[in-house]
């Protein structure tokens, strides 16, 4: 028997960088993972530990290329995470994950407008290559989800060009309230799909 839609949703676990790109809560779990891949990754690590969701939600804002096309508040639905801090062979630790397909295209029936592509991992600003979007915790999040068996996805709207250095230039504001709006028709896409 199917799971109640609220109870669909709590089996979802939502988990962002910094409170101003995490929705209240609407049936679902939040988890505000600091920023950084090593501080998304242990609180995404500590999270499991005490309570596997059937699916995570990584949200957030993130940085484009200026040649990609995309700009502020773009939506970019992540189909891989590269972590582009790591520089050891893919037999020492991996620095490629695929999302899978399936919560792909839920979050592309949730947001029909969202561009897919693959979302860097750097803790630094400006510092991911061989790809056109770059965030700073996706890799850690998804990494740890992986190693515990939890379908986990990364969505993000884009704030600024990577290359603009003038944090003054960047549209904080628009892309944390789109963040916060999609969430909801997000989490119950990615639900329904794992229920």
Do not use: K
Request: aromatic share 4%; hydrophobic share 50%; proline share 8%.
């Amino acid at each position: 028997m199917p799971l109640p839609a609220a109870a669909a949703d709590a089996a979802v676990l939502v988990i962002a960088a910094t409170p101003r790109e995490l929705a209240p809560p609407d049936g679902w779990r939040t988890l505000c993972c600091g920023v950084g891949p090593v501080e998304a990754a242990a609180a995404t690590a500590a999270a499991l530990a005490a309570g596997r969701p059937a699916a995570i939600v990584h949200v957030g804002i993130a940085g484009a290329r200026r040649a990609s096309g995309l700009v502020p508040p773009a939506i970019v639905v992540g189909v891989e995470t590269i972590y582009c801090d790591l520089g050891v062979p893919e037999r020492f630790a991996p620095s490629r994950l695929t999302t899978p397909a399936a919560l792909v295209e839920a979050a592309c029936r949730a947001l029909p407008h969202a561009t897919r592509a693959a979302i860097g991992t750097s803790g630094r600003v400006g510092h991911t290559s061989g790809c056109e979007v770059e965030a700073m915790e996706g890799f850690g999040v998804l990494r740890a989800a992986a190693l515990a068996g939890v379908p986990a996805i990364e969505v993000r709207v884009i704030s600024n060009a990577i290359e603009e250095t003038d944090r003054n230039l960047w549209h904080f504001d628009d892309a944390f309230a789109a963040v916060q709006a999609l969430t909801p028709r997000l989490v119950r896409e990615i639900a329904a799909c794992v229920r």
